[in-house]
């Protein structure tokens, strides 16, 4: 009797337990649900830099065909509670338990380092557009014409890289590419002078970019190529901003980080940027300095260069003549140092300029031309051949 009354007593309190447990368990699902309802609804995630989908608009069409579920999915993802602290612990699981070295394209390194991972086929494709198109735009502005093809920091600190990881052999593509461009427009390779200088600050940890010594070190190649001299360092005073955690920590959110520090030189010289209303056709928006300093209060810090990828900008300078600068944001810190030696510098980001530069050459009368991206950019970048871009203005208009 005393065994039966145990056996029967255990599975009351089993069977007890097992629908505390289910209990528990919806209450936490309605919860949480309850929870993400009434959550604040965000635009945009400053860690990952991108907008976050929102509540998608409802039609029979989209419901039908599964567009609206699989928009709705997104925007339950985006907008999930506490979202930045679930994709931190996924961060450090990854990292601390799965021991992984690989998080959204990005290679976790040795000392802290962080590099984008160079790899793919269509890359390479599209590679061979983009040579093309500086040779050609260099044939056609011939003694005029500089480009400046900034390498990886994964090629200057190669022994930081993960153990066998998995990149294109960027070095031998440099020289294919230095030799291609070459006959038509003078090129700069950085590489013995980066790796001359390793053991100073050229590259961010945590970002994609170069610093603004980097930068320096690039534009002093500029000046000896063009017998200028240089911007000098010591007669300005320079502001340091700590605490950035550029676009490399917001892909992984890796825990082991050392924030990177943004050095800037506050410069007096005014820079316009102009709405663009079409080739060669624009209007004032805004004068404003070269640093935003504003956006230093932001995750994006180096977004205070330029105030960002303007489409076409000009900056007065202290120099003489002017020079046109084409570009990815590597030159955003790059250009502010070129007011010493022109008197008007000229920008064009092609992510918002979508025509070709003739036109504004011509109109403007730039006697210089700057082409300078970075190799990681170059190598994907689907707007470079908007160098080539035919004008659709006549000489008439």
Not at 31 to 59: D, I, Y
Not at 123 to 151: H, M, W
Not at 261 to 274: G, K, Q
Request: hydrophobic share 40%; aromatic share 16%.
């Amino acid at each position: 009797m005393k065994q039966t009354y145990h056996a029967e007593h255990g599975r009351k309190s089993r069977g007890i337990a097992g629908y505390a447990s289910l209990i528990l368990f919806f209450v936490l699902l309605f919860g949480f649900a309850v929870l993400n309802l009434f959550w604040p609804k965000r635009t945009l995630s400053e860690l990952e830099n991108r907008k976050l989908a929102q509540m998608p608009s409802f039609s029979w069409t989209a419901l039908l065909n599964g567009d609206w579920f699989e928009d709705f999915s997104t925007y339950v993802q985006d907008q999930v509670a506490f979202r930045d602290g679930w994709i931190d612990l996924q961060s450090d699981f990854n990292a601390l338990c799965l021991q992984k070295v690989e998080q959204n394209g990005i290679l976790l390194g040795k000392d802290h380092w962080m590099f984008t991972r160079n790899f793919g086929t269509p890359s390479i494709k599209q590679l061979d557009k983009n040579v093309s198109a500086v040779a050609e735009f260099g044939s056609r502005y011939p003694g005029r014409v500089t480009f400046l093809l900034a390498p990886s920091a994964s090629v200057i600190y190669e022994e930081e890289l993960p153990l066998a990881a998995p990149m294109v052999d960027e070095n031998t593509m440099l020289d294919e590419i230095f030799a291609a461009v070459s006959p038509t427009a003078d090129v700069i390779d950085l590489r013995s002078v980066y790796t001359d200088a390793k053991d100073e600050y050229l590259y961010y940890r945590t970002d994609h970019h170069w610093t603004t010594y980097g930068a320096y070190l690039a534009y002093q190649q500029f000046c000896t190529l063009k017998g200028l001299t240089p911007f000098d360092t010591s007669a300005h005073s320079s502001v340091e901003v700590p605490d950035f955690y550029g676009t490399h920590y917001s892909s992984t959110r890796y825990w082991n980080v050392a924030p990177d520090t943004i050095t800037y030189y506050p410069l007096d010289n005014p820079m316009t940027v102009y709405q663009v209303n079409g080739e060669a056709d624009f209007s004032t928006a805004e004068t404003a300095t070269m640093v935003d300093t504003e956006k230093f209060e932001t995750r994006d810090k180096y977004a205070a260069f330029l105030g960002g990828n303007n489409g076409y900008s000009v900056i007065e300078g202290d120099g003489e003549g002017s020079i046109l600068v084409i570009k990815d944001s590597y030159a955003n810190c790059f250009i502010p140092y070129l007011t010493a030696n022109y008197a008007k510098i000229g920008v064009i980001d092609f992510r918002n300029y979508a025509f070709g530069p003739d036109s504004i050459i011509e109109q403007e009368g730039y006697d210089q031309i700057l082409v300078l991206y970075n190799f990681q950019t170059f190598l994907t970048d689907t707007k470079v051949i908007y160098l080539n871009r035919p004008t659709t203005l006549t000489a008439e208009s």
